[in-house]
């Protein structure tokens, strides 16, 4: 049997170290080790202090968190869509309360929608545009505006027929004079 030692490598045999029997140090030095040793020892608790909480809360975690993470997109995704469609319903019946006719024409509303020119504006909007061009908030008139005169009979000229009529064919310049100051109205 041939041994391949091209590939191996010589153990290394330790070296034997020789104490002496005592060992003196100064008082510096032993609290210099004492306080690196008590350091150590404290970093070394809050080594394992630390550990012992990310496992708490991982513990935590699960408990709330019971879904696999491949789950997590998922519910996340579903939940999205919820709020979505809340903001839908709740942005429709905003529109509803302020243009209540839109009740009448909502299908034809949601075409208006979805047509390219108007894709992706706001719903507010797109209820006051539509509203605007199907002329449907201007006012419907019925009949005859109403009178604003009032109910009161027109004042006389404080004269009467009879007297205008004398006027005229006795006195034919005052008739005049007092026809062009507005003093005498025919009726």
Not at 22 to 30: A, G, K, N, Y
Not at 41 to 49: A, D, T
Not at 143 to 148: D, H, I, N, S, V
């Amino acid at each position: 049997m041939e041994e391949n030692k091209e590939g191996l490598e010589p153990q290394k045999t330790p070296e034997l170290v020789v104490l002496p029997a005592e060992v003196t140090i100064s008082q510096v030095e032993l609290d210099d080790f004492k306080h690196k040793a008590e350091v150590s020892s404290q970093n070394f608790e809050r080594l394992k202090k630390a550990e012992q909480e990310v496992e708490e809360l991982r513990v935590k975690l699960s408990e709330i968190n019971p879904l696999p993470v491949e789950y997590e997109d998922e519910v996340i995704g579903k939940l999205k869509n919820d709020v979505s469609d809340l903001k839908q319903k709740l942005g429709k019946s905003e529109v509803l309360e302020a243009y209540p006719i839109l009740k009448d024409v909502w299908n034809e509303f949601d075409s208006f929608r979805n047509e390219p020119d108007n894709k992706g504006m706001n719903m507010k909007t797109a209820a006051k545009a539509f509203v605007t061009e199907k002329g449907l908030l201007e006012p419907t008139r019925k009949g005859l505006e109403k009178p604003t005169g009032g109910g009161h009979t027109p004042v006389s000229s404080g004269m009467s027929n009879d007297e205008v009529k004398k006027l005229r064919e006795t006195d034919w310049r005052k008739y005049q004079e007092l026809l062009k100051k507005g003093d005498i109205k025919i009726s």
